[in-house]
Nanobody
Framework: QVQLVESGGGLVQAGDSLRLSCAASGRTFSTYTMAWFRQAPGKEREFVAVISWSTSSTYYTDSVKGRFTISRDNAKNTVYLQMDSLKPEDTAVYYC???????????????????WGQGTQVTVSS
């Protein structure tokens, strides 16, 4: 397992943008599949986006396609989530997650991820 620390959350208005960052410990960050999940109050945790270790492949949940972009900088051990055209329904705690122990590919299944950050709050007002 690795330590993951998210940052960049905040309170914004609908239509605004935010960029979340997730800094990871570990010498082999470049081999980890990295993802973002979110959990709104009273709702189940849901998958948002994932990026492969090579950065060549990404996958998004339908509700954020065209608005959110996941990327990574392996030299900085950091994964990002650029969120544009934010909507009130994007309000949630956003969590960074990593697969470090096995190779599942681009998976949206939370139980496949073995390391999680503490979360960062994103609130979008209408």
């Amino acid at each position: 397992q690795v330590q993951l620390v998210e940052s960049g959350g905040g309170l914004v208005q609908a239509g605004d943008s935010l960029r979340l960052s997730c800094a990871a410990s570990g010498r082999t960050f470049s081999t980890y599949t990295m993802a973002w999940f979110r959990q709104a109050p009273g709702k189940e945790r849901e998958f948002v986006a994932v990026i492969s270790w090579s950065t060549s492949s990404t996958y998004y949940t339908d509700s954020v396609k065209g608005r959110f972009t996941i990327s990574r900088d392996n030299a900085k051990n950091t994964v990002y989530l650029q969120m544009d055209s934010l909507k009130p329904e994007d309000t949630a705690v956003y969590y960074c997650a990593a697969i470090t122990l096995k190779a599942y590919g681009l998976t949206a299944y939370g139980d496949h991820y073995d390391s999680w950050g503490q979360g960062t709050q994103v609130t979008v007002s209408s």
